[in-house]
Nanobody
Framework: QVQLVESGGGLVQAGESLNVSCTAS????????MGWYRQAPGKERELVAE???????NYALSAEGRFTLSRDNAWDMWSLRMLSLKPEDTPVYYC?????????????WGQGTQVTVST
């Protein structure tokens, strides 16, 4: 089991920057991949950025060049640095951890943190 807690988020104006962070507890050594997703009302949850223990990091096209995903060496905390925020960056942001065990793979999610970008 992995528990995820997000922090950060809040209200900013367009063009400003914001950080959101995720802290993992529990079986953190089983985490293979970590990332950030976001979901606007009435829309599907979409990937923002993700990284894995194989060293691969992917960003959504909307995030490339503006957002940076970073993590600590213990793989129990990761952050998303967001620059030049736009109103369309407003949704709820969720951190995600992918866990692989001998039996199966699982995704764990945080409770979400609201980011609101005003014009």
């Amino acid at each position: 089991q992995v528990q995820l807690v997000e922090s950060g988020g809040g209200l900013v104006q367009a063009g400003e920057s914001l950080n959101v962070s995720c802290t993992a507890s529990g079986s953190v050594t089983s985490i293979y991949a970590m990332g950030w997703y976001r979901q606007a009302p009435g829309k599907e949850r979409e990937l923002v950025a993700e990284t894995d223990r194989d060293g691969r990091t992917n960003y959504a096209l909307s995030a490339e060049g503006r957002f940076t995903l970073s993590r600590d060496n213990a793989w129990d905390m990761w952050s998303l640095r967001m620059l030049s925020l736009k109103p369309e960056d407003t949704p709820v942001y969720y951190c995600q951890a992918g866990v692989i065990t001998v039996e199966a793979s699982y995704d764990y999610w945080g409770q979400g943190t609201q980011v609101t970008v005003s014009t």
